[in-house]
């Protein structure tokens, strides 16, 4: 890597900024960065939503909008074909202007890392650099993902000179798949603050309102498999008649329909729709145990701040992040992806109290540390090492 004077420098590329998960990990990993002595700028090259994750970003982060026209493309996806390939057609010719952007940053070619922050939609590839900057694509989703995407879309990705994945999961199944490029690959896992948030008494005394209770923390979605998570909740029920109750914390398009589902099952009472919380945690510290249901995953955020919360975990074991996460079951509970049988004798489990849940809970604050700042910062400068 080029020996500069000053601080390390990375310049990272980013298409669109709303409120997700991607974002809160950008936000988090910039302030970081800076934070342990690094220059950090962000180049924005699609939509940039001025929200309050955006407001959290140090005002030691540099900015930089690659076109005045940034909005466009973030505009409601319209579901006319004819108007949806005018929609696609701006947003490209917009992310091609990053190939334009890079001689508007004062002294681009000092930067030790180029950075394509979201899964290789910036045309970093293209941007020309100096020849000892590291040329970097951060891949977030699963490998699933990765391998779904076509063919020329993978190989502008094998051009960069490192890829970053989130989980060791995602990098052994690219090494198996493309050996030739093992050297290329790395995981470093998004960073947290191990230290539990405050707690807003508010949500606090909400959630102690309806103890005891299970809890479901993340969009109410297709790819969250709540299917699963109702059925094996009304199968513990109707076997138990225990009092513990499902509570649903987060929003999404089909929570209405999730709402006419659980009423013809005759379980409006004990399954909670509570929509959005300012402090999951809050709901987590009260409940018997967090539970996450999905079809798929990268690495969930919530099963970590659920460990932050010392809670019990329980997730299904889907490619990839769970496994990982939990440390194959020892730091929590495993089930098979849409397994309602299993998942309703957990849930059995855990009411009745039958196992030392103190535990898994245990292991899991021990291992937390892969998740913290320092291992970030650490895993982060040996980019140009290995």
Same mark, same amino acid.
């Given at each position: 890597?080029?020996?500069?004077?000053?601080?390390?420098?990375?310049?990272?590329?980013?298409?669109?900024?709303?409120?997700?998960?991607?974002?809160?990990?950008?936000?988090?990993?910039?302030?970081?960065?800076?934070?342990?002595?690094?220059?950090?700028?962000?180049?924005?090259?699609?939509?940039?939503?001025?929200?309050?994750?955006?407001?959290?970003?140090?005002?030691?982060?540099?900015?930089?909008?690659?076109?005045?026209?940034?909005?466009?493309?973030?505009? $409601?996806?319209?579901?006319?074909?004819?108007?949806?390939?005018?929609?696609?057609?701006?947003?490209?010719?917009?992310?091609?202007?990053?190939?334009?952007?890079?001689?508007?940053?004062?002294?681009?070619?000092?930067?030790?890392?180029?950075? %394509?922050? !979201?899964?290789?939609?910036?045309?970093?590839?293209?941007?020309?650099?100096?020849?000892?900057?590291?040329?970097?694509?951060?891949?977030?989703? !699963?490998?699933?993902?990765?391998?779904?995407?076509?063919?020329?879309?993978?190989?502008?990705?094998?051009?960069?000179?490192?890829?970053?994945?989130?989980?060791?999961?995602?990098?052994?199944?690219?090494?198996?798949?493309?050996?030739?490029?093992?050297?290329?690959?790395?995981?470093?896992?998004?960073?947290?603050?191990?230290?539990?948030?405050?707690?807003?008494?508010?949500?606090?005394?909400?959630?102690?309102?309806?103890? *005891?209770?299970?809890?479901?923390?993340?969009?109410?979605?297709?790819?969250?498999?709540?299917?699963?998570?109702?059925? $094996?909740?009304?199968?513990?029920?109707?076997?138990?008649?225990?009092?513990?109750?499902?509570?649903?914390?987060?929003?999404?398009?089909?929570?209405?329909?999730?709402?006419?589902?659980?009423?013809?099952?005759?379980?409006?009472?004990?399954?909670?729709?509570?929509?959005?919380?300012?402090?999951?945690?809050?709901?987590?510290?009260?409940?018997?145990?967090?539970?996450?249901?999905?079809?798929?995953?990268?690495?969930?955020?919530?099963?970590?701040?659920?460990?932050? !919360?010392?809670?019990?975990?329980?997730?299904?074991?889907?490619?990839?992040? *769970?496994?990982?996460?939990?440390?194959?079951?020892?730091?929590?509970?495993?089930?098979?992806?849409?397994?309602?049988?299993?998942?309703?004798?957990?849930?059995?489990?855990?009411?009745?109290?039958?196992? %030392?849940?103190?535990?898994?809970?245990?292991?899991?604050?021990?291992?937390?540390?892969?998740?913290?700042? !320092?291992?970030?910062?650490?895993?982060?400068?040996?980019?140009?090492?290995?």
């Amino acid at each position: 890597m080029q020996q500069y004077k000053n601080h390390p420098k990375a310049v990272f590329f980013v298409r669109n900024f709303i409120v997700g998960g991607l974002e809160k990990v950008l936000v988090s990993a910039v302030n970081i960065l800076v934070n342990h002595g690094w220059e950090i700028s962000i180049v924005w090259s699609g939509y940039v939503e001025k929200n309050h994750l955006w407001e959290d970003i140090s005002p030691k982060v540099k900015q930089f909008f690659a076109t005045k026209i940034w909005h466009l493309p973030l505009f $409601a996806k319209p579901t006319n074909p004819l108007l949806k390939f005018f929609w696609y057609l701006i947003s490209g010719i917009l992310v091609y202007l990053n190939k334009y952007i890079s001689p508007h940053i004062p002294d681009f070619d000092t930067y030790d890392y180029v950075i %394509d922050f !979201a899964n290789g939609s910036s045309l970093v590839y293209r941007i020309p650099l100096h020849n000892k900057q590291k040329r970097i694509v951060w891949m977030h989703g !699963a490998f699933s993902g990765f391998q779904s995407k076509k063919k020329f879309q993978r190989r502008k990705l094998f051009d960069y000179d490192k890829l970053v994945c989130l989980t060791e999961d995602f990098q052994s199944q690219f090494v198996q798949v493309y050996p030739q490029y093992k050297d290329k690959i790395c995981h470093i896992y998004n960073p947290f603050n191990l230290t539990l948030p405050e707690i807003d008494e508010k949500e606090k005394l909400k959630a102690q309102q309806l103890q *005891p209770f299970f809890l479901h923390v993340a969009r109410i979605d297709t790819d969250k498999d709540i299917p699963t998570m109702i059925k $094996a909740y009304a199968q513990f029920a109707y076997q138990t008649l225990s009092p513990t109750k499902l509570v649903f914390v987060g929003d999404g398009k089909q929570k209405d329909y999730f709402k006419k589902y659980v009423a013809k099952l005759g379980l409006t009472d004990k399954i909670i729709f509570n929509g959005l919380s300012s402090c999951p945690s809050a709901w987590m510290q009260q409940a018997k145990a967090l539970i996450l249901s999905s079809y798929k995953e990268g690495l969930p955020t919530v099963l970590i701040e659920g460990q932050i !919360a010392k809670t019990l975990v329980v997730s299904c074991d889907c490619k990839e992040g *769970p496994a990982e996460i939990l440390k194959n079951g020892e730091a929590g509970l495993l089930f098979p992806v849409g397994d309602v049988e299993r998942l309703a004798e957990i849930l059995t489990d855990i009411d009745a109290d039958t196992f %030392d849940k103190e535990k898994y809970i245990s292991l899991a604050t021990d291992n937390l540390f892969r998740f913290g700042e !320092a291992e970030f910062v650490k895993k982060f400068n040996a980019l140009g090492k290995n």
